[in-house]
């Protein structure tokens, strides 16, 4: 057992100024405290704060954190009060014992949420002071080191809160050597076989290997040396049983077939000299390919920094390597702890108390907070053992507030998390202050500011841009809605219309009543469902006036010059380009049919000046007083309507394969302007059966003519055949297609 002053001495080597009086007066009066206490073991009790202090030491923290060790477990077990402790040790370490006190009382129980859901008052609580949360796990780990002395049942339920929430939060702390121990000691009393077996092989392999590992560390070291990384130290090691025993369930591999047992550190004085020592080792020996990992130009979240990469070295082993240096190793050693010892930065030296502003400090911080944020205490027991931060982004909001994300997220991702209004109304961002794209990824750290706009739909592309679940959801939603109201707004103009040719005036009050009649569940999807032509006007207005007489509606002639109207049976009116066919193209009835889908039944429709032809990408746009036009989407027109997503009414060519109709597009010819060339064109266009309409001279230049002809054909094919035989015409000089 640690004697008083061997305690002193211990952290006097790292921290000459430490405070002695504090250490004396915590050992004496946690000794007095636990006075003839035993252990499980027999030993007596004050053996265990005495070790939790030692492990403390090891990882070098101040003397305030080292008294908090050794009277850990004084409110809990003895009579001692936090009043008392505050009197003679001061408020502050009065409040880390409290809440040491209240971590143990957590009644641990096996049912997992309630598991998850202490985890999470622990981590809160260690939010308040990191420095309790490294007692704690000091704690954890000479509980687990003296196991073996608990009953049977004890044993596996601490081993298995261990595994499952102390060693990943070590790994999250940064704390390796921690967490690997943590790990061993568990799996030992969580599968002990398994324990045993790769236990035994492990020693079997290091009794066949003697001295390997020795060798390859001498050989390793002299071509290090031999380079001039005079000061390079190098280190071996057999892999830890749990690591062995997690690779061959991982990868279903048997020990024999585990090539890489072995791991060798390679330590070295700056970064440069990492990468050169990178280079010497790459040089000499084969690289197992897809191992590489550079944690120096991209650390982990923990600070975690390191080169590691894959070799078959000396004596043909797969040998694992991490290159560092040696403020990087305490770091991966000592984790969030080694910040203790450094000011921020590479080579400081003197001794700085953990730090409320060290960047793993702050980590863990907005760590802690974003888990405490979340909803399920599964899930979030889930994400402790999958360690899903790797994975994660931290991101804040200009109020600080944090925001995790999975990697990948864009700032629609971000506002999402936020509030699905804010997500729902995001225009912009601002990153770190400066406008950025949409689709930028966040990164670590990130202040994300959105910029809102009042009315806003999101658009349904978004859905390919963002990664997270909830965003996806709502903007799926509120695309749907958006295309719900577009309908009804179709569909509530339609009705107003049909009505009023019936002399009737049209409002949602006179739809209530019969809705059944019509099978609709509310007014709203009623008037959606005559927006998207699922169901007629006409029957709406017959089942609101059963008693009305269905008149023909009169021909309405067409003014458009070159574009021809027609009337269907029921009263709609459309338009389509074109001279008026007569029975010589199909008989009267074969207009009857409009050619476009997604319209309602008595919509006016017609085309956009420049046309558009079967196989285009259409829309339909609402204009005021003109009804509907539709455009191919290339038409930049409709960049006028970006912001009225309401007049946007999806579309589809429905074309009567039976009676075939043509369409218009507008192509533009730049010819080279000499005798022939009109008869050309007007020729190749008539080989190809298609019509001109008409056709302009746009512009004239002195050697060039610009045309502008309007041309029907069947489809896109058509059209397309048509611009390609163009092109190749000696006298045409540019052919394109038009959409304005
Ligand atoms: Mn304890």
């Given at each position: 057992?640690?004697?008083?002053?061997?305690?002193?001495?211990?952290?006097?080597?790292?921290k000459?100024d430490a405070?002695?009086?504090?250490?004396?007066?915590?050992?004496?009066?946690?000794?007095?405290?636990?006075?003839k206490?035993?252990?499980?073991?027999?030993?007596?009790?004050?053996?265990?704060?005495l070790e939790?202090a030692a492990?403390?030491t090891e990882?070098r923290l101040?003397e305030?954190?080292i008294?908090?060790a050794l009277?850990?477990?004084?409110?809990?077990d003895?009579?001692?009060t936090?009043?008392?402790?505050?009197e003679l040790?001061g408020?502050?370490?009065?409040?880390?014992?409290e809440g040491?006190t209240k971590?143990?009382?957590l009644?641990l129980v096996?049912?997992?949420?309630?598991?998850?859901?202490?985890?999470?008052k622990?981590l809160?609580?260690?939010?308040?002071?990191?420095?309790v949360?490294?007692?704690?796990?000091?704690d954890?780990?000479h509980?687990?080191r003296?196991?073996e002395?608990m009953r049977?049942?004890?044993?596996a339920?601490i081993?298995?809160?261990?595994m499952e929430?102390?060693?990943?939060?070590?790994?999250?702390?940064g704390?390796?050597?921690?967490?690997?121990?943590?790990e061993?000691?568990s799996?030992?009393?969580?599968n002990?076989?398994?324990?045993?077996t790769?236990?035994q092989?492990?020693?079997?392999?290091?009794?066949?290997?003697e001295?390997?590992i020795k060798k390859?560390?001498?050989?390793l070291?002299?071509?290090?040396?031999a380079?001039?990384?005079?000061?390079?130290?190098?280190k071996?090691?057999q892999?830890?049983?749990?690591s062995?025993?997690?690779?061959?369930?991982?990868?279903?591999?048997?020990?024999?077939?585990?090539?890489?047992?072995?791991g060798?550190?390679l330590?070295?004085d700056?970064v440069p000299?990492c990468?050169?020592a990178?280079?010497?080792?790459?040089?000499?020996?084969?690289?197992v390919?897809?191992?590489f990992?550079?944690?120096?130009?991209?650390?982990?979240?923990?600070?975690?920094?390191?080169?590691?990469t894959t070799?078959?070295?000396p004596?043909?082993?797969?040998?694992?390597?991490?290159?560092?240096?040696?403020?990087?190793?305490?770091?991966?050693?000592?984790?969030?702890?080694?910040h203790a010892?450094?000011?921020?930065g590479?080579?400081?030296g003197?001794g700085?108390?953990?730090?409320?502003?060290?960047n793993?400090?702050?980590?863990?911080?907005?760590?802690?907070?974003?888990?405490?944020?979340g909803?399920?205490?599964?899930?979030?027991l889930?994400?402790?053992k999958?360690?899903?931060?790797?994975?994660q982004v931290?991101?804040?909001?200009p109020?600080?507030?944090?925001?995790?994300l999975?990697r990948g997220?864009?700032p629609?991702?971000?506002?999402?998390?936020?509030?699905?209004?804010?997500?729902?109304?995001?225009?912009?961002?601002?990153?770190?202050?400066?406008?950025?794209?949409?689709?930028?990824?966040?990164?670590?750290g990130?202040?994300?500011?959105?910029?809102?706009?009042g009315?806003?739909?999101?658009p349904?592309a978004w859905?390919e841009?963002?990664?997270?679940g909830k965003?996806?959801?709502?903007?799926r939603?509120?695309?749907r809605?958006a295309?719900?109201?577009?309908?009804?707004g179709?569909?509530?103009?339609?009705?107003?219309?049909?009505?009023?040719r019936?002399g009737?005036?049209?409002s949602?009050?006179t739809?209530?009543?019969?809705l059944?009649?019509?099978?609709?569940?509310?007014?709203?999807?009623?008037?959606?469902a005559?927006?998207r032509?699922?169901m007629s006007?006409i029957?709406v207005?017959?089942?609101?006036?059963?008693d009305y007489?269905?008149?023909?509606?009169?021909?309405?002639p067409?003014t458009d010059?070159?574009?021809?109207?027609m009337n269907?049976?029921?009263?709609?009116?459309?338009?389509?380009?074109?001279?008026p066919?007569?029975k010589?193209?199909?008989?009267?009835d074969?207009?009857?049919r409009?050619?476009?889908?997604?319209?309602?039944n008595?919509?006016?429709?017609?085309?956009?000046?420049?046309?558009?032809?079967?196989?285009d990408?259409?829309?339909?746009?609402?204009?005021?007083?003109?009804?509907?036009?539709?455009?191919?989407?290339?038409?930049?027109t409709?960049?006028k309507?970006?912001?009225?997503?309401?007049?946007?009414?999806?579309?589809?060519?429905?074309?009567?394969?039976a009676n075939?109709?043509r369409?218009?597009a507008?192509?533009l010819?730049?010819a080279?302007?000499?005798?022939?060339?009109l008869?050309t064109?007007?020729?190749?266009v008539?080989r190809?059966?298609?019509n001109?309409r008409?056709?302009?001279?746009?512009?004239?230049?002195?050697?060039?003519?610009?045309?502008?002809?309007?041309?029907?054909?069947?489809?896109l094919?058509?059209?397309?055949?048509?611009i390609?035989?163009?092109?190749?015409?000696?006298?045409?000089?540019?052919?394109?297609?038009?959409?304005?």
């Amino acid at each position: 057992m640690m004697r008083q002053y061997e305690l002193v001495e211990r952290v006097q080597k790292y921290k000459p100024d430490a405070n002695e009086a504090l250490l004396n007066k915590a050992y004496v009066y946690a000794m007095q405290k636990h006075g003839k206490q035993t252990r499980a073991s027999g030993d007596p009790y004050i053996s265990h704060p005495l070790e939790v202090a030692a492990i403390l030491t090891e990882m070098r923290l101040d003397e305030s954190t080292i008294a908090v060790a050794l009277l850990h477990d004084t409110i809990e077990d003895t009579t001692a009060t936090r009043a008392e402790i505050d009197e003679l040790f001061g408020e502050d370490i009065g409040r880390l014992v409290e809440g040491l006190t209240k971590l143990k009382k957590l009644d641990l129980v096996s049912k997992k949420a309630k598991q998850a859901e202490n985890l999470r008052k622990l981590l809160l609580a260690i939010s308040d002071d990191v420095r309790v949360l490294l007692v704690k796990l000091a704690d954890r780990l000479h509980n687990m080191r003296t196991l073996e002395h608990m009953r049977d049942d004890k044993r596996a339920r601490i081993s298995e809160e261990t595994m499952e929430i102390y060693a990943p939060l070590a790994g999250r702390m940064g704390m390796q050597d921690m967490r690997d121990e943590l790990e061993d000691l568990s799996f030992r009393y969580i599968n002990p076989e398994a324990y045993e077996t790769v236990t035994q092989r492990l020693a079997e392999l290091s009794q066949r290997n003697e001295g390997l590992i020795k060798k390859i560390e001498d050989e390793l070291r002299e071509l290090l040396v031999a380079n001039g990384l005079l000061n390079a130290s190098v280190k071996g090691r057999q892999k830890q049983p749990y690591s062995v025993f997690r690779k061959m369930q991982s990868k279903s591999l048997s020990f024999e077939q585990l090539s890489d047992v072995y791991g060798f550190r390679l330590i070295v004085d700056d970064v440069p000299a990492c990468y050169r020592a990178l280079g010497i080792v790459h040089t000499r020996w084969r690289v197992v390919p897809g191992r590489f990992k550079d944690y120096i130009s991209t650390p982990k979240q923990n600070d975690y920094r390191s080169i590691h990469t894959t070799i078959v070295g000396p004596s043909r082993q797969r040998i694992e390597l991490q290159i560092r240096t040696r403020r990087m190793h305490e770091i991966a050693e000592y984790g969030i702890a080694a910040h203790a010892l450094y000011k921020d930065g590479e080579g400081g030296g003197d001794g700085e108390l953990l730090s409320r502003e060290s960047n793993a400090y702050s980590w863990l911080r907005h760590t802690i907070e974003a888990l405490a944020e979340g909803d399920s205490p599964e899930e979030f027991l889930e994400h402790t053992k999958l360690e899903l931060f790797q994975d994660q982004v931290f991101c804040f909001t200009p109020k600080g507030k944090l925001i995790a994300l999975p990697r990948g997220a864009t700032p629609i991702d971000f506002a999402y998390a936020v509030h699905t209004n804010i997500g729902d109304t995001t225009v912009g961002a601002k990153i770190n202050g400066s406008i950025m794209p949409l689709v930028t990824r966040l990164s670590n750290g990130d202040e994300v500011e959105i910029i809102r706009s009042g009315v806003q739909v999101p658009p349904a592309a978004w859905e390919e841009i963002v990664v997270t679940g909830k965003a996806r959801a709502a903007i799926r939603r509120a695309t749907r809605m958006a295309i719900r109201k577009q309908y009804a707004g179709l569909g509530h103009r339609i009705l107003e219309r049909t009505f009023e040719r019936a002399g009737k005036i049209f409002s949602r009050d006179t739809l209530r009543p019969v809705l059944h009649r019509l099978g609709q569940r509310d007014v709203e999807d009623a008037i959606a469902a005559v927006g998207r032509g699922e169901m007629s006007s006409i029957d709406v207005l017959r089942a609101v006036y059963p008693d009305y007489q269905d008149e023909r509606v009169t021909v309405k002639p067409s003014t458009d010059e070159g574009w021809f109207a027609m009337n269907s049976a029921n009263g709609m009116v459309f338009k389509i380009p074109g001279k008026p066919r007569g029975k010589d193209e199909g008989g009267a009835d074969a207009q009857d049919r409009l050619p476009i889908r997604g319209l309602g039944n008595n919509a006016e429709v017609h085309f956009s000046p420049a046309g558009a032809v079967p196989g285009d990408r259409i829309v339909g746009i609402m204009e005021d007083g003109k009804g509907i036009t539709i455009y191919p989407i290339q038409a930049s027109t409709l960049q006028k309507f970006d912001d009225e997503p309401e007049r946007w009414i999806d579309v589809r060519w429905d074309l009567d394969e039976a009676n075939k109709s043509r369409f218009m597009a507008r192509i533009l010819i730049n010819a080279i302007n000499e005798p022939g060339t009109l008869a050309t064109v007007a020729q190749t266009v008539a080989r190809l059966d298609i019509n001109i309409r008409t056709l302009s001279m746009v512009r004239v230049a002195a050697d060039f003519t610009e045309m502008a002809i309007d041309v029907e054909v069947w489809d896109l094919r058509q059209l397309n055949q048509l611009i390609v035989e163009m092109k190749e015409l000696d006298c045409i000089s540019t052919v394109k297609r038009v959409y304005d």
